[in-house]
């Protein structure tokens, strides 16, 4: 049973800094590329971050570029994202997403907060 568990939310001041994990069971976490996505309230989520088995390959939104870090590490089956300059526009629930034959994996989400 594929599992995915978000963790390393919460508030933070603009300008901070936090990073989230995601912990992956259930699926050969090494061979499945993997994304983060938010979603504010009442909005749909949207993909903020993806990359490929062995981090040769990343994308970033334009939203976040240049101050998130998707990494991972696949001896821990752990996904993480590393969040800098954050901004109140940044509060949101984050989520991890593995994607198979067109179905999405998600986990329960982790809150971020900016704010002062």
């Known amino acids: 049973q594929v599992q995915l568990v978000e963790s390393g939310g919460g508030w933070v001041q603009p300008g901070g800094s936090l990073r989230l994990s995601c912990v992956a069971s259930g699926f050969t976490f090494s061979e499945s590329p993997m994304r983060w996505y938010r979603q504010f309230p009442g909005k749909r989520r949207e993909l903020i971050a993806t990359i490929s088995t062995v981090e040769v390959y990343t994308w970033y939104g334009d939203q976040v570029k240049g101050r998130f870090t998707i990494s991972r590490d696949n001896a821990k089956n752990t996904l993480y994202l590393q969040m800098n300059s954050l901004k109140p526009d940044d509060t949101a629930v984050y989520y991890c997403?593995?994607?198979?034959?067109?179905?999405?994996?998600w986990g329960p989400g982790t809150q971020v907060t900016v704010s002062s």
């Open positions: 997403n593995r994607q198979q034959d067109s179905y999405d994996y």
